[in-house]
């Protein structure tokens, strides 16, 4: 089985310009997370999609960032324009529907780099 | 804010059990308790987890305290490939989401 799969693994963008991270979660998970890491923080969550429905964004930090899941496959969390402290690693993670206690298995992330 | 406490760092000698702890006092009843770990550049791994019982898998053992309030993940034998940050993470159900809610887990090096 394969697992969650992140592209690009690493990005390097100028401050200003357009960066879309694309996310494959495991097949049939209809759960998915976005996470990411700043330097030196903690890992904090972003969203949260249960299949294409936005099921929790609370911890989206501005509207500069985009998350879809058109279809309820894989998905994209884009950041228009990027800035200097949006820079971090981007992780993404998927779970099973109707399980509470499943456990989440992550992606190896998209390293961010915004100069 | 995390609902988890964990010591920054540990030592373990290779080939010695190492005996990583969680604090989560304020765990609530139907919360579950999940361990993970991250290696240098890799997204974070999943470990075990566990509600109440003493849980075992290939990868490591989960001793959860009677009251729930603590916990301990041992790695019987650690190898130096054991060397990570690990997570102890309590779920929040009260979120709707159910989602994970990181602090800043326990460094762990193996020493040779």
Redesign the interface.
């Known amino acids: 089985e394969a697992g ?1 799969t992140q592209f690009p693994s690493h990005s390097v963008i100028e401050k200003g310009q357009t960066v879309t991270l694309r996310c494959d979660p495991i097949s049939g998970h209809d759960n998915l ?1 976005w ?1 990411r890491r700043v330097m030196g923080k ?4 972003l969203l ?1 999609f249960v299949k294409e429905s936005k ?2 964004e ?1 911890g989206m930090p501005n509207n500069r960032f985009l998350a879809e899941r058109t279809g309820g496959t894989y998905s994209t969390l884009k950041v228009q324009p990027a800035e200097l402290e949006d820079s971090g690693v981007y ?1 993404c ?1 998927s779970s099973q529907l109707g399980s ?2 499943s ?7 998209t390293r961010l780099t915004v100069t | 804010d995390a609902k988890t406490t964990q010591p920054p760092s540990m030592d373990c000698a290779e080939g010695r059990a190492a005996n990583l702890p969680c604090n989560h006092s304020t765990i609530s009843g139907n919360e579950y308790v999940y361990w993970y770990r991250q290696i240098h550049s890799q997204g974070p791994q999943y470990i075990i987890h566990g509600l109440k019982n003493n849980e075992t898998n290939e990868m490591a053992s989960l001793i959860i305290t009677e009251d729930r309030k603590s916990s301990t993940l041992i790695l019987p034998h650690a190898t130096l490939r054991d060397t990570a940050v690990y997570y102890c993470i309590v779920r929040d159900p009260t979120s709707g989401t159910y989602k994970y809610i990181f602090g800043t887990g326990t460094r762990l090096k193996v020493l040779a």
């Open positions: 969650v997370y996470y903690e890992i904090k969550f949260h099921q929790d609370s992780f993670a509470y206690n456990p989440l298995h992550f992606g190896n992330g």
